[in-house]
């Protein structure tokens, strides 16, 4: 089966890091997301891994260890802006086609 | 570049009654999804289309859903009759596979949603 966790709710302050974790089995791995989404708001990508290691991208980075099955996206220099559920999604093959399965999300609170 | 659209943004019905969601993908986009993401949850796949042929409909509750893609470009979500658990945001998404030396890569990009509120 496929199964994803990731925490529900995480609170940090203005200006810190904030490492959101998700850890993931499934079949067919072939790729994992994170998303972000804004209440009321349509999901919009953040990153994307399917090596081994870490992505970069300004103050948002993610990275994968596919034997673990876990994943991490850190925030760097929050802003109050970041607060929003985060979607860890596992792209996994199934019947010739990629399948985007999503976690329950993190919801993320900044505070001054 | 133009999103994907959707439309009614917000859609009120009573339970038993029907109701019609529209999706315009990205210009190009040949694969398409409807999502159901109820309230505290994530996305959950309904429908996945390649073009206009469905490639994963597992998860679509097909005695009351149904969906199309005509020529492969918009697509029609359709409930009938609802009930009340298909309160919802209905997300379609649009994706292009794209090749960067040896890394593939798919990114699906959502449309604004349309919430549903079966009364």
């Known amino acids: 089966g496929q199964n994803i966790d990731q925490p529900t709710e995480m609170t940090a302050t203005e200006g810190a890091i904030v490492q959101i974790n998700c850890t993931y089995q499934t079949s067919g791995f072939n790729g994992l997301f994170w998303y972000q989404q804004h209440a009321g708001e349509a999901p919009t990508f953040l990153s994307y891994?399917?090596?081994?290691g870490l992505e970069e991208k300004g103050r948002f980075s993610s990275f994968l260890s596919r034997s673990k099955g876990y994943s991490y996206l850190l925030l760097k220099e929050l802003q109050m802006k970041d607060s929003a559920s985060y979607l860890c999604?596992?792209?996994?093959?199934?019947?010739?086609?990629?399948?985007?399965?999503f976690g329950a999300g993190t919801r993320l609170a900044v505070h001054p | 570049e133009a999103g994907v659209a959707q439309s009614p943004r917000y859609k009120i019905i009573e339970k038993r009654q029907s109701v019609a969601f529209w999706c315009n993908p990205i210009?190009?986009?040949?694969?398409l999804y409807w999502y159901q993401q109820i309230l505290g949850q994530g996305p959950k796949l309904l429908i996945q289309f390649q073009n206009n042929g469905v490639v994963d409909d597992s998860q679509l509750p097909k005695d009351r859903f149904s969906a199309e893609r005509l020529k492969g470009v918009d697509s029609t979500l359709k409930i009938q009759p609802a009930k009340l658990e298909d309160s919802a945001v209905y997300l379609c998404a649009s994706s292009l596979r794209s090749t960067s030396g040896r890394r593939v890569q798919e990114t699906q990009y959502f449309g604004p949603g349309t919430r549903l509120l079966v009364l």
């Open positions: 891994n399917v090596l081994d």
């Open positions: 999604a596992v792209r996994a093959l199934s019947g010739g086609y990629n399948k985007l399965i």
């Open positions: 210009s190009g986009h040949a694969t």
